[in-house]
């Protein structure tokens, strides 16, 4: 009987520290996005290394890049996606944004200026502008200097900076979601509208060229902007709009420091299975075309999370 007792006890114990019967790892991300390119490449992440004893969830955040910092910020989540300028342009004012580091850089996320091919935008005339009114064309973004441009989510945070620091000047108009920024352009509420995002963006290449177009950053706002962005060019055929000189933020995935093991583990778990499964992202047919332009070697632009030296996973 003793004997029985005895091995019982002992094949208890194994199942206590059996990694079958473990703690599961969970690590929740903030992913949302005026054009859904966030949570796309979430769910394909969560496809390669979601799996097990590992469980990552995309938090329920609306909006878009800032509301993916908030969300990080108040603890809700233990990282965020969003384009790099984002959290440059909090810390420029507030110190305590600097705590946050980068888990993963992704890719450049390309600045979209889009216009009206045939602008509805007047100026000068009599008999209020009703008679000798002048049409205003605008041939790059430095042409909408004294204008209104549209944005929303993350994209107001570009916005500023390139009118304020990229000196611009023009007046930035905030909306509440994408969705709102093109039909504003149309109603001429606003001359341009920006949105920030990997090429190609799915609200835009359904677009036509016979009403949009796109227009390039020219040097007198890019060279001003030379340690927040990096040239880049983007194509859209569905628009006549080919080598459009841009300019890009970085998308990454933010984090927090933690130190301990529960939840340090997580990120490095995350982070360790990003880069192993990489090559099968990029390669998988159907998978965004950015996916073939994150580079391993890249730390993007915002400060690289060293990870704990406690923590069991390597860092690329």
């Known amino acids: 009987m003793i004997r029985r007792i005895f091995a019982l006890a002992l094949l208890l114990g194994t199942f206590a ?3 079958a019967f473990a703690d599961p790892m969970k690590f929740v991300l903030a992913a949302a996005s005026s054009s859904g390119t966030y949570a796309e490449m979430l769910k394909r992440i969560i496809g390669v290394c979601g799996a097990g004893d590992f469980t990552i969830e995309e938090a329920a955040v609306k909006g878009g890049a800032t509301d993916n910092l908030a969300a990080l910020v108040g603890n809700k989540v233990n990282a965020a996606f969003l384009h790099s300028d984002v959290i440059y342009y909090y810390a420029q004012s507030e110190p305590k944004y600097r705590d946050f580091k980068t888990l993963i850089a992704l890719y450049p996320e390309d600045i979209h200026v889009v216009a009206l091919r045939n602008s509805i935008t007047q100026t000068g005339g009599y008999l209020g502008g009703r008679v000798g009114a002048k049409t205003v064309e605008f041939s790059t973004l430095a042409d909408l200097a004294g204008y209104k441009v549209g944005a929303a989510g993350g994209g107001v945070i570009t916005a500023r900076i390139l009118t304020g620091q990229g000196e611009g000047k023009f007046d930035v108009v905030q909306y509440n979601s994408g969705g709102e920024v093109l039909p504003a352009l149309q109603k001429g ?3 341009a509208a920006i949105f920030v995002g990997g090429a190609p963006l799915p609200n835009l290449i359904s677009l036509g060229a016979d009403q949009y177009k796109l227009l390039p950053i020219g040097e007198s706002i890019a060279s001003r902007l030379t340690g927040v962005y990096r040239p880049t060019t983007i194509n859209y055929v569905n628009l006549r709009s080919d080598n459009i ?7 990454l995935i933010l984090t ?11 990120q490095a778990r995350f982070r360790q299975c990003f880069y192993d499964n990489l090559a099968e992202l990029q390669e998988t047919v159907g998978n965004h075309a950015k996916w073939q332009v994150v580079d391993p070697t890249d730390h993007g632009v915002w400060e690289w999370y060293e990870l704990p030296p406690t923590t069991p996973a390597k860092a690329k």
């Open 256 to 266: 927090r420091k933690y130190t301990t093991p529960k939840f340090a583990a997580p």
């Open 17 to 19: 520290v059996s990694p």
């Open 245 to 251: 000189k841009t300019l890009a933020p970085v998308a």
């Open 189 to 191: 509420e606003i001359q």
